[in-house]
């Protein structure tokens, strides 16, 4: 019988439901998590304690925000975005099932925000702006839908140190960054493991520049233009 390598986007063995309630159980008390994620494993906080212990183990700049990890519905409250913003990220997600970041304007003042501490809120917005990451795999989708339902929104970056690339499985990831998790979850290789360490492709969805043309970024601009005539480049 043949057998199927266990990936982020295939996770044999996992309940990720489950996953997803231990994970958002560490971040409500304070820590600090390492998922999988489809394109890259990601680091998560949620608390000002938590986030600051992100950057300085990552020796990320606080000049570089971090991101929400959310889902359709919290970018629906939160983005400002016209109706054919709105129809790209629907179709992005349930037709082409790709994964990407939105960045757009927000609502600061939506009760979604209400219980996120103003350092993380600093840290992971810049100007009127927030960048959201969507449809990156089964245990990112379950988290933000949970974090959604709660009311309590995870935000994070890469598991690792800045500017040494995407880390494909933990194993990769820097041991230092590693240590300063709480909780690791370990679903084998990303799905969309690459050998120029990118991740999500970001687009700012003001006016469809891209911000970072990452993984799968061939698929989002065809599907872009098929779909939309929206033609992009990085």
Known sequence: MPTTTPTTDNPIGHDVEQEARDVMDVLDGGGVAIIPLNVAYAILGRTEGAIRRIFEVKRRSFEKPSGMFGGAAASADLHVLDDEAQAIRQALIEDADLPFSIVADYRRD???????????????????????????????????????????????????????????????????????ADIVIDHGRCRDANDQGLSSTIIDFRDYTVVRAGCRFDEITAFLAERFGRRIAA
Do not use: C
């Open 110 to 180: 939506h009760p979604l925000l209400a219980k996120v501490e103003p350092f993380v809120l600093e840290t992971s917005t810049k100007g009127p702006t927030m960048d959201m990451l969507l449809n990156a795999g089964p245990l990112h989708n379950a988290l933000a839908e949970l974090s959604h339902a709660r009311g309590t929104p995870v935000f994070g970056s890469s598991a690792n140190q800045s500017l040494n690339g995407s880390k494909y499985t933990v194993a990769e990831i820097e041991p230092e960054v590693v240590a300063a």
